[in-house]
């Protein structure tokens, strides 16, 4: 795995290692959006044996799965060393002793072993080279396991670039993003320097992607579903 404390867009060590709360909630939105989803998923294609939460910031996915499955070995991997070590103190606090979180920094991904389910969520929008983090990620999911993502596509970059162009609209004080750091932030996306969409998936995989949706049912709270497809493709 690389040595960088960087992304494409972001030096996460350093973002984690100032974050305030508003920065906090603005790194997590599987909180909001993916734990039941993820847990619902889990229950129709059946309880792993080993989970990777790539991207995992605060852990919160990687630890609700940790505490509903016990017998399932659950690793955050994330690419800010002050968010892992938080992560690896609470785990030790909960007494979650099949939990772990080590370092990696996307689109390099080589964990040494596979998963029965490998989950990136709100991730790829910060890395360039997309389709290389895509095919590592599958490369880490064993025969007959998933890999559950979400992505951006062509309407996501339009959907935020209207709120680039005028941020005092749709940036404001509910915002979990600042408006003076959305555009550095979400550069890639704004570019369409890293969009993805089925066929570019189908592309670098080999394998169609599928909608969540196909296996579980919609929440109802939605949050631009169309701009950031949730998909899984089979192993």
């Known amino acids: 795995m690389t040595e ?7 030096d996460w060590h350093s973002y984690w290692a100032n974050a305030d709360d508003d920065d906090r ?4 939105p599987s909180t909001q959006h993916a734990d039941e989803v993820l847990a619902a998923f889990v229950a129709e294609t059946g309880v792993p044996g080993a989970v990777a939460d790539v991207g995992c910031g605060t852990g919160n996915v990687t630890f609700e799965l940790a505490r509903r499955h016990p017998e399932t ?3 955050g ?10 992560n690896r103190g ?30 990136s969520y709100f991730t790829l929008c910060y890395v360039r080279d997309v389709e290389r983090a895509l095919q590592n990620l599958y490369d880490a999911v064993a025969a007959g396991g998933h890999l559950v993502f979400n992505y951006q596509n062509r309407l996501a970059r339009a959907h935020w670039q209207t709120m680039a162009d005028d941020p005092d609209e749709y ?3 509910e915002s979990a993003f600042k408006p003076d750091r959305f555009e550095e932030r979400f550069r890639l996306l704004l570019n369409g320097e890293n969009l993805l969409s089925y066929e570019a998936i189908h592309d670098t995989l080999g394998t169609w992607p ?12 939605r949050w631009a579903w169309r701009h950031w497809p949730l998909v899984y493709v089979p192993k």
């Open 4 to 10: 960088t404390t960087r992304s494409d867009t972001i």
């Open 77 to 86: 991997y994330d690419a800010a060393e002050p968010v892992l070590a938080e």
């Open 25 to 28: 909630e603005a790194a997590t």
């Open 210 to 221: 599928q909608s969540v949706w196909s296996v579980v049912d919609r929440p109802d709270k």
């Open 73 to 75: 070995t659950v690793v």
């Open 90 to 119: 609470r785990a030790r606090r909960e007494g979650l002793d099949n939990v772990r979180f080590e370092r990696a920094v996307l689109p390099d991904f080589d964990p040494g072993r596979e998963f029965d389910l490998v989950f």
């Open 171 to 173: 940036l404001g004080e």
